[in-house]
């Protein structure tokens, strides 16, 4: 059976190829993306940073503990309390210590965090030239920063009174490497930031935790512990986050697009060789022995593409991680680890699909009759099975179901990423499966007029495209699956990102708008709230947790503003309760909270940990997920102001309120943007990072697509050097017969793309769906270039692949290839 077979697969070799790589390109992709996904599991091991020259650190917990009836439950903390003043006076009984202050600064274009010197020993920091500050107006700053020792430069602190002014660097430190720093005298560090954020102690950590259990949400870190205090402690770890998402992303659409792709290729492979079956069982093969033939093959070719092809993805995959990693979608210390599972997993799903698809196959090869053999037409009008029908059926009905589902239950599931990434490909495997079902009536109808032109050409490729089903359906799956993914990925992200902004443009009823990227110069805060002809709505950003169903700590973004001035300059969509009626015991939330009834009173917890009771005081409608929760400053913990509305006056001069205002940013370097231009700059309407992603996933998909288009084309078109031969001993030029090839090609691909973007059509209008029963009016975005760009891969591939074996076979003379027998 071994050597038969391989005898086969000798003679048909173009078949073999064509199967062998696309299995191996498709366990490639798997293994690749396999690969890239087990390095996001693991955070790099980091030790402390700020505080590696000290045994002991004393610093609030950035932590939230409840406990419940199913264990402890945590959450961060948006803004946890400053160290206090008696623990830090008590500290300094114990031993040496230095308190740390840090707090934004901006010098020559840069932004910095500000420390006092005392601190900078606990890193600890080395003075590189100069000395240390010595009083007021002196600063030291890191080597690189671009400020050398003895120059004067204009630094930007948030103090209140003189935020901005000149200062006198009087030394450089070396560059710490996770930090731009500026160590200002102690004494002044605790003019302009009075609050303790840590304490550095050189003390028994023991005598530490005892003076510190007195004094609830302070922690005493040690050893690797005091990481938790370096600036951004979780910075390696979120950033993994997203590097997972996106490549679990990834890892499912090209795990999909692979194995439909090889699943076509090796059911063309077999369908192909039709005649071949019919004279093994002429020459009395049993349906047994057809069946295994189509096995082992599976098996021989199976097993050495899934190898190739992990060796292949163990070589790609650290393209891809420095890809990501230069496109920004990655941290620059983002590489690949030693993990094996994503090898065996791909090894596996490719063999498994191989004999799965070759299974399918040889079951219908089975049921070949000898008489089979003694048809010599190519043509191929069967039905769909009846299997493949009602597995087709059931997909597609499943995804609308799931679709409807959620429609009626939570429309604000279907924006969400795991839901409006899943949700399409439910659509696209049920008209993949259902191809052969669709390809025909869809192509005579899209070469209706083509077949009616002037010459044979339209007729001739009409007939061929529309009588060829199996042929044309494994040309265009490839197509339809890359169009349709490319059309509703791409669409859903750009309409959700576009319903976003539209949602934010309606809740903003100012006119000018400054900040929104951190804290605000508190000179640039005094000035505009005096500003005439103008109201001005100062907000801070900050959090509110609460517990739902007793089991689950929910974090919300929430701000902070005054009831009257976010009254006056924002009209935020309320189903329920009144504006006016909040104040500092109570909030107003959204509808997707647990039980949104105004004037029920909830437990929560603020953004520095402090738990409250506060009554619901206006209920807002869910939207797109960007109508948080609204606090009055009281219970902002302590946030500083990020972020100025301002309305104009009735009879205020708009032009005379625009200039106090630019002046006002350009003495305290703040931006000052108009409505539409703050909104297109938080709300980019190109998706973001999210769009970046998914083109690159996309990419990625398209590349395997147009290689495995080109493959399945190759191998149809070397199974048709009979037919041309005829084609030009009828009395066709070589140019007629390759124009015929060609224009054949794009019709199929025509065909591919018009099923896709149907697809990708239906797909898009369950995300409007979704954005009208949310109450958010924005329209469909259609990404007409992208899937255009994909449409146009797919037709340039497919020309080519078709035109490149069919010129070759042409230069054989046309009475051989007549003659030759398969």
Not at 51 to 79: I, M
Not at 432 to 455: E, F, K, S, Y
Not at 643 to 670: N, Q, S, W, Y
Not at 675 to 702: E, F, K, M, S
Request: a positive charge.
């Amino acid at each position: 059976m071994l050597s038969s077979t391989l005898r086969s697969m000798r003679t048909r070799w173009v078949t073999f190829i064509g199967s062998f790589v696309a299995l191996a390109l498709g366990t490639g992709l798997i293994a690749m993306t396999g690969l890239a996904l087990a390095a996001t599991f693991d955070a790099p091991e980091r030790g402390p940073e700020r505080f590696a020259g000290v045994p002991v650190v004393v610093a609030p917990s950035d932590t939230l503990r409840v406990a419940t009836p199913v264990g402890e439950r945590t959450t961060r903390l948006a803004g946890p309390r400053p160290v206090p003043d008696r623990l830090a006076a008590g500290l300094l009984g114990l031993g040496r210590t230095a308190e740390d202050r840090t707090f934004p600064v901006h010098l020559a274009g840069r932004t910095a965090v500000g420390h006092p010197w005392s601190v900078a020993a606990a890193t600890p920091y080395r003075v590189t030239s100069g000395r240390a500050p010595a009083g007021a107006g002196e600063v030291v700053v890191t080597a690189g920063a671009g400020p050398r020792a003895g120059d004067r430069i204009r630094i930007t602190t948030p103090e209140a009174a003189t935020g901005t002014g000149m200062r006198r660097v009087v030394g450089t430190v070396a560059d710490a490497g996770f930090e731009t720093a500026v160590f200002f005298d102690d004494a002044e560090a605790a003019r302009i930031h009075p609050a303790v954020d840590a304490v550095a102690v050189h003390a028994d950590a023991d005598a530490v935790r005892q003076l510190t259990r007195s004094f609830p949400g302070m922690s005493v870190l040690t050893g690797d512990d005091r990481r938790r205090a370096d600036p951004d402690p979780d910075r390696d770890s979120e950033a993994l986050t997203a590097v997972n998402a996106l490549l679990g992303t990834a890892a499912g659409i090209t795990a999909f697009v692979s194995v439909f792709v090889v699943a076509s290729t090796f059911s063309f492979a077999v369908a192909q060789r039709r005649r071949e079956f019919g004279l093994l069982r002429t020459t009395g093969a049993t349906p047994g022995q057809v069946r295994r033939t189509v096995l082992v093959e599976a098996l021989v070719t199976g097993v050495l593409a899934s190898a190739a092809g992990c060796l292949l993805g163990e070589a790609a995959a650290p393209l891809l991680a420095a890809r990501l990693a230069d496109e920004g979608l990655a941290p620059a210390w983002f590489t690949i680890g030693d993990a094996s599972w994503p090898l065996h997993t791909a090894f596996w799903t490719g063999l498994g699909v191989a004999l799965a698809g070759a299974a399918v196959s040889s079951c219908r090869a089975g049921r070949i009759r000898p008489v089979e053999a003694l048809r010599d037409a190519a043509v191929d009008t069967r039905g769909i099975p009846l299997s493949r029908l009602l597995l087709g059926t059931a997909v597609l009905l499943t995804g609308f179901g799931l679709l409807g589902w959620s429609l009626v239950t939570d429309p604000g599931d279907v924006l969400k990423r795991k839901t409006y990434i899943l949700q399409p490909m439910w659509t696209v495997a049920g008209c993949a499966l259902l191809a052969p079902l669709l390809v025909r009536p869809l192509t005579r109808l899209l070469t209706w007029l083509p077949a009616r032109l002037p010459g044979a050409t339209g007729m001739l490729a009409r007939q061929n495209a529309s009588t060829g089903i199996r042929r044309t359906a494994a040309v265009a799956a490839p197509v339809l699956i890359t169009v349709a993914l490319a059309g509703s990925l791409l669409g859903t992200v750009a309409t959700i990102a576009k319903a976003k902004a539209t949602e934010a443009a309606a809740v903003l009823g100012a006119d000018f708008v400054a900040g929104g990227d951190g804290a605000l110069d508190p000179r640039f805060v005094q000035r505009v709230r005096s500003l005439p002809g103008a109201v001005t709505s100062a907000s801070r950003s900050t959090g509110v947790t609460v517990l739902e169903e007793g089991t689950a700590l929910v974090p919300s973004e929430a701000r902070a503003a005054d009831p009257d001035a976010l009254a006056a300059t924002a009209r935020l969509p309320l189903v329920a309760g009144r504006l006016s009626d909040l104040d500092d015991g109570s909030l107003v939330v959204n509808e997707e909270w647990e039980t949104p009834v105004v004037g029920r009173r909830v437990s929560v917890w603020l953004g520095d940990g402090r738990k409250v009771s506060l009554r619901i005081a206006a209920v807002m409608r869910t939207g797109t997920g960007s109508n948080g929760v609204y606090v009055t400053p009281a219970n902002a913990a302590g946030a500083a102001v990020d972020r100025i509305d301002v309305k104009l006056r009735e009879g205020a001069d708009p032009a005379t309120v625009h200039a106090l205002l630019e002046k006002a940013g350009r003495d305290t370097g703040t931006p000052v943007m108009t409505r539409d231009a703050w909104v297109a700059a938080h709300y980019p309407r190109t998706g973001g990072n999210t769009r970046a992603g998914l083109l690159t996933v996309l990419g990625i998909a398209l590349v395997y697509t147009g290689i495995a288009l080109a493959n399945t084309l190759v191998m149809a078109t070397s199974d048709r050097v009979r037919d041309l031969a005829v084609l030009r001993l009828t009395g066709a030029t070589k140019t007629q017969v390759l124009r015929l090839v060609a224009v054949e090609a794009l019709m199929v691909t025509a065909v591919g793309t018009v099923l896709g973007a149907a697809v990708a059509g239906l797909n898009l209008l369950g995300v409007k769906g979704a954005l009208e029963l949310l109450s958010v009016s924005s329209p469909v975005v259609v990404p007409w270039a992208a899937a255009g760009a994909v449409a146009a891969a797919c037709a340039a591939a497919a020309t080519v692949s078709a035109v490149l074996p069919a010129l070759a076979a042409l230069r054989t003379r046309p009475a051989e290839l007549a003659g030759a027998r398969e």
